[in-house]
Structure formats: structure tokens, C-alpha cells
């Protein structure tokens, strides 16, 4: 099956100090890539929505100013966790789908960050 | 909207016994629908999706689940259990967007 890459798996930083996390579609062309968080014992819940060349489509809290979304290419999409603050620790999880709908919809293995 | 339940929480079985896990969902249009299993500090592995068709789908590992559109529900089976099988399972729903359930933590005991 078709595979995403997400790195690093694991940051850790201190309080007030950027992170860029990377979601690559390693062999197909992703044409959307979702962004997610996902809270210890709870479900994912999605952020963004990203197509290729456009600006990201935010979920209702989501702050699209500590959440920078860039996703430049069709293999390339990046989260950045601007200013990032101890509340932010969470573990995110990008997807990425090649086709229109959600017949070729796969997952990173997911980030895990720890701000102190 | 599209929404997920899963109402079990917690799940413990003994290995070698059967496996359901239970999946409601509520959509507009015929969904299409998925089972991920998750790992700790891992991400979602794909067990089994359904967007048309049997109604009964095959997936990895052994496991199956069945779309009862009267009953909205797309339940999670596996005939017999495996230590390894020890992790969360989440339902999801949607076309252009996913919508997941809450998670159903499978412990397995000897």
C-alpha cells in the first residue's frame, strides 16, 4: 500500500520556540493532506484541511496562526507549531489522500510533541 | 452531520475468544466507513473499509465487519483473538472528510 512518512516522531521543546513537523506521500501524488490531534485516551480530532497550492481550510478552534499549514508541493505538507506552549503537547497525525475522495486516504505514523 | 459512536469504551477478552466491536455511525448518504488500529504512540494502520458492495468486508489480520445499513452500524469481528491484537480501535466515517469515534481499548488476557 501506498506509504506516508511524518517526521520527527518524536520533539520535544521548550515553551515559546517553533516546531515544523513533515508529512510526505512517499509514492502517489496527495492532492489533500489532513492534519489531526489526537489528546491521550481521546479521538482524533481534525484541524485542517490542506490542498495543494491553497491555503488551508481551518476547523471551528483550531487557530490558524499557531497552526501553519504549507503545503507546497504534492508530496509535501508541513505543520508548524508557532510559539509553541506546554498545552500545545499533544501527539499529531497527518493523512494524505491522492485521489477525490477517501478510496486512497492513508496515515503517518504520527508526532508526538512534548513543550516544556 | 457526520457523526461516530462507539459506545464501548474499554474492551477486555481473553485470547483465543471471539472479538466484536461495536460501531454506530450517522451520514447523510451511503458512507463509507473504516476500522484504523492504533498502537500506543503509534499512528492509524487500516484494518478494513467499505464504500459499496458485500456488505460483509474482509480486512488485515483476520478481522471483518459488517455495514447493517438499517441498523447504521459497521461492527468489528474477529473469530478468535491474539495477544497482539492489544490496542485501540477506531471507527471512522466520511467521504471528503473523516470523522472517527472515540476508541475502543482492547485488552487481551492470557
Known amino acids: 500500500g501506498a506509504v506516508v512518512s511524518q517526521h520527527p516522531s518524536r520533539v520535544i521543546c521548550k515553551s515559546g520556540t517553533s516546531v515544523k513537523i513533515e508529512c510526505r506521500s512517499l509514492?502517489?501524488?496527495?492532492?489533500?493532506m489532513f492534519w489531526y490531534r489526537q489528546f491521550p485516551k481521546q479521538s482524533l480530532m481534525l484541524m485542517a484541511t490542506?490542498?495543494?497550492?491553497?491555503?488551508?481550510?481551518?476547523e471551528q478552534g483550531v487557530e490558524k496562526d499557531k497552526f501553519l499549514i504549507n503545503h507546497a508541493s504534492l508530496t509535501l505538507s508541513t505543520l508548524t507549531v508557532t510559539s509553541a506552549h506546554p498545552e500545545d503537547s499533544s501527539f499529531y497525525i497527518c493523512?494524505?489522500?491522492?485521489?477525490?475522495?477517501?478510496?486512497?486516504?492513508?496515515f503517518g505514523s504520527g508526532t508526538q510533541l512534548s513543550v516544556l | 452531520a457526520q457523526s461516530v459512536t462507539q459506545p464501548d469504551i474499554h474492551i477486555t477478552v481473553s485470547e483465543g475468544a471471539s472479538l466484536e466491536l461495536r460501531c454506530n455511525y450517522s451520514y447523510g448518504a451511503t458512507p463509507y466507513l473504516f476500522w484504523y488500529v492504533q498502537s500506543p504512540g503509534q499512528g492509524l494502520q487500516l484494518l478494513l473499509k467499505y464504500f459499496s458492495g458485500d456488505t460483509l468486508v474482509q480486512g488485515i489480520k483476520g478481522f471483518e465487519a459488517e455495514f447493517k445499513r438499517s441498523q447504521s452500524s459497521f461492527n468489528l469481528r474477529k473469530p478468535s483473538v491474539h495477544w497482539s491484537d492489544a490496542a485501540e480501535y477506531f471507527c471512522?466515517?466520511?467521504?471528503?472528510?473523516?470523522?472517527f469515534g472515540i476508541g475502543t481499548k482492547l485488552q487481551v488476557i492470557p
Open positions: 490542506s490542498n495543494e497550492g491553497s491555503k488551508a481550510t481551518y
Open positions: 493523512s494524505a489522500r491522492g485521489g477525490g475522495g477517501n478510496e486512497k486516504l492513508f
Open positions: 471512522a466515517v466520511g467521504y471528503q472528510k473523516v470523522t
Open positions: 509514492d502517489f501524488q496527495a492532492t489533500t
